[in-house]
Nanobody, 120 residues
């Protein structure tokens, strides 16, 4: 079994900062990449930031320069530092881990999501 657990969401004022964490654990052979996705009410889930375990990153255009994704291989944990938050960043943030599990197949595992609300 593989578990993906997010933490760090909450309520923040516009212009504020939050850091999200995503830890993967369990029967993991190899992690390929970790990504943060968000879903606002009535909208589709969208990719916000993604990082490969060798450090390559990519971001949604609207968060470039404000968000930073990082990876700690010793903890199998990805982080999303969010600065300059805007009301349009509000949504449920999900972590997705692309990894090889004990079946030896590459699979995408999802966390349960964490709410981020940007409001004054």
């Amino acid at each position: 079994q593989v578990q993906v657990v997010e933490s760090g969401g909450g309520l923040v004022q516009p212009g504020g900062s939050l850091e999200l964490s995503c830890a993967a654990s369990g029967s993991i052979v190899r992690i390929s990449r970790m990504g943060w996705y968000r879903q606002a009410p009535g909208n589709r889930r969208e990719l916000v930031a993604i990082i490969t375990t060798d450090g390559n990153t990519d971001y949604l255009d609207s968060v470039k320069g404000r968000f930073a994704i990082s990876w700690d291989g010793t903890k199998n944990t990805a982080y999303l530092q969010m600065n300059g938050l805007k009301p349009e960043d509000t949504g449920v943030y999900f972590c997705g881990a692309d990894l090889v599990d004990s079946t030896r197949f590459l699979k995408l595992y999802w966390g349960q999501g964490t709410q981020v609300t940007v409001s004054s």
